[in-house]
């Protein structure tokens, strides 16, 4: 909720106020949660020192983070965990690059990612953890005589997903939550992938949204569906030359443009 609301910059309100007082004042109890407060301290320009030490020293041998320390590692503990070093841009050691390797490990020959081995592939997995990749997309990581390229697991997740979508059913397969399709469509806009099913995606999204403006009178797949639907809308609103104009001389203009969309 707090990042989506910064996307769009709805943040001179109470209810957001009230949610960075809440997420700021509580004390973390497992990985994913401590992750969540040092980017909500990062954005507010407070120490999170602390709290980056307790997260890294819970990292296990393979690279990965567990729910808190002493647990195995899972891939969702370490994409809150990786996107949390993301933000802070830390450099101090190799934590960034072995949590990579870790998440590229999980994903499996054919794309799809999973909870639990019992489980249906999770596209909530993986499309948090393409997000997650996307900084890094241009990357290897691995062993040095053998590194791996973090593209080359990026694509084969989003064939899986282009994969998974039946256009003519309009839906993922094994699926029929407004999330997962949310979510899938922003892969897709993110890395510029199938634009024939970003256009059906588009549709359907839409014309699943309630009349209230809920999607599954559900606040995640709202906010999933709002990121996932969100365009520029550009507006220039000032032009001004920066050097005296003459005829046949080169000129500088500067631009003020406003984006009225979302």
């Given at each position: 909720?707090?990042?989506?609301?910064?996307?769009?910059?709805?943040?001179?309100?109470?209810?957001?106020?009230?949610?960075?007082?809440?997420?700021?004042?509580?004390?973390?109890?497992?990985?994913?949660?401590?992750?969540?407060?040092?980017?909500?301290?990062?954005?507010?320009?407070?120490?999170?020192?602390?709290?980056?030490?307790?997260?890294?020293?819970?990292?296990?041998?393979?690279?990965?983070?567990?729910?808190?320390?002493?647990?195995?590692?899972?891939?969702?503990?370490?994409?809150?965990?990786?996107?949390?070093?993301?933000?802070?841009?830390?450099?101090?050691?190799?934590?960034?690059?072995?949590?990579?390797?870790?998440?590229?490990?999980?994903?499996?020959?054919?794309?799809?990612?999973?909870?639990?081995?019992?489980?249906?592939?999770?596209?909530?997995?993986?499309?948090?953890?393409?997000?997650?990749?996307?900084?890094?997309?241009?990357?290897?990581?691995?062993d040095a005589a053998n590194p791996r390229p973090v593209s080359a697991t990026i694509d084969i997740m989003l064939n899986f997903?282009?994969?998974?979508?039946?256009?003519?059913?309009?839906?993922?397969?094994?699926?029929?939550?407004?999330?997962?399709?949310?979510?899938?469509?922003?892969?897709?806009?993110?890395?510029?992938?199938?634009?024939?099913?970003?256009?059906?995606?588009?549709?359907s999204l839409r014309q699943k949204q309630h009349s209230n403006g809920s999607f599954d009178?559900?606040?995640?797949?709202?906010?999933?569906?709002?990121?996932?639907?969100?365009?520029?809308?550009?507006?220039?609103?000032?032009?001004?030359?920066?050097?005296?104009?003459?005829?046949?001389?080169?000129?500088?203009?500067?631009?003020?443009?406003?984006?009225?969309?979302?």
């Amino acid at each position: 909720f707090i990042f989506a609301m910064r996307e769009f910059n709805r943040i001179d309100n109470d209810t957001f106020r009230a949610a960075i007082a809440f997420i700021i004042a509580r004390t973390p109890e497992n990985n994913s949660e401590k992750a969540l407060k040092i980017r909500m301290l990062q954005i507010l320009g407070q120490n999170y020192d602390s709290l980056r030490s307790e997260l890294l020293s819970s990292r296990n041998a393979d690279g990965g983070f567990g729910f808190e320390a002493g647990y195995a590692s899972d891939p969702l503990s370490t994409v809150d965990a990786l996107e949390a070093l993301t933000a802070i841009q830390y450099a101090g050691d190799n934590s960034i690059a072995q949590a990579v390797f870790y998440i590229m490990n999980q994903v499996r020959p054919d794309g799809s990612m999973y909870f639990t081995n019992e489980s249906n592939p999770s596209y909530y997995l993986i499309n948090r953890t393409l997000a997650a990749l996307y900084p890094y997309r241009t990357f290897q990581v691995g062993d040095a005589a053998n590194p791996r390229p973090v593209s080359a697991t990026i694509d084969i997740m989003l064939n899986f997903l282009a994969q998974s979508y039946d256009e003519t059913a309009e839906r993922l397969l094994l699926s029929n939550d407004v999330i997962d399709e949310a979510m899938t469509l922003f892969s897709f806009k993110l890395y510029g992938r199938e634009n024939a099913k970003q256009k059906i995606l588009n549709r359907s999204l839409r014309q699943k949204q309630h009349s209230n403006g809920s999607f599954d009178e559900n606040a995640d797949s709202a906010i999933q569906a709002m990121l996932a639907l969100a365009e520029a809308d550009l507006e220039i609103t000032a032009v001004a030359s920066s050097v005296n104009l003459a005829n046949r001389s080169p000129a500088l203009f500067t631009l003020t443009i406003n984006n009225r969309g979302y």
